[in-house]
């Protein structure tokens, strides 16, 4: 069974770096069948995709976040990471790890159980 | 972007009777070399991540009750649930993986009556 499952702080200040990572079983992440993304969710609110990364660490990033954001992939330690900078209390939010399929299969058929981020000072 | 929109934004059904849920996208989903859309939808339950219902606008993921359906092609989908179970509580997104920036439609809340 493919699991995933993100960790990192929950509480970050303004203007400093959000990192999380997220470590995957029952799967490789060095697998070319897929894509590896986060995806956030602000509390009450709806889902926004922040990007993906691909086994051969090839990123698409969501253009919105783009300037402020970094994925990175271990295969060594089967997992992949999230940077986030310059972070605001709107980047507050519970955040996703996903996997995703490659070659038009984009649809994400497993979660992680997700991490609330508080931006606070 | 493609712009997802659903409606409506939340919607009250009692049990045993059927819930329709729809979503448009501003520009077509629908890869014409394949004749597939790119749209899938999912369930959210509170405290839990969305779990994956729906892809290609019509198929249904692995063990998810065949009460759940979708529908549509291009620009207009659908999901039906077709005898509300007290289970199906949830809010419930499409999803078009057409192009990036994946986007999501804004959810549509589901109750029972």
């Known amino acids: 069974q493919v699991q995933l499952q993100e960790s990192g702080p929950g509480l970050v200040k303004p203007s400093e770096t959000l990192s999380l990572t997220c470590t995957v079983s029952?799967?490789?992440?060095?697998?070319?069948?897929?894509?590896w993304s986060w995806i956030r969710q602000p509390p009450g609110k709806g889902l926004e995709w922040i990007g993906y990364?691909?086994?051969?660490?090839?990123?698409n990033y969501n253009p919105s976040l783009k300037s402020r954001v970094t994925i990175s992939v271990d295969t060594s330690k089967n997992q992949f990471s999230l940077k986030l900078s310059s972070v605001t209390a709107a980047d507050s939010a519970v955040y996703y790890c996903?996997?995703?399929?490659?070659?038009?299969?984009?649809?994400?058929?497993?979660w992680g159980q997700g991490t609330l981020v508080t931006v606070s000072s | 972007d493609i712009v997802m929109t659903q409606s409506p934004g939340s919607l009250a059904v009692s049990l045993g009777e059927r819930a329709t849920i729809n979503c448009k996208s501003s520009q077509s989903v629908l890869y014409s070399s394949s004749n597939k859309n790119y749209l899938a939808w999912y369930q959210q339950k509170p405290g839990q991540p969305p779990k994956l219902l729906i892809y290609w606008a019509s198929t249904r993921d692995s063990e998810v009750p065949d009460r759940f359906s979708g529908s549509g092609s291009g620009t207009d989908f659908t999901l039906t649930i077709s005898s509300l179970q007290a289970e199906d509580v949830a809010v419930y997104y499409c999803q078009q993986y057409y192009s990036t920036p994946y986007t999501f439609g804004q959810g549509t809340k589901l109750e029972i009556k």
């Open positions: 029952g799967d490789s992440v060095s697998s070319g069948s897929y894509y």
């Open positions: 996903a996997r995703g399929g490659a070659g038009g299969y984009d649809f994400f058929d497993y």
């Open positions: 990364i691909y086994y051969s660490g090839s990123t």
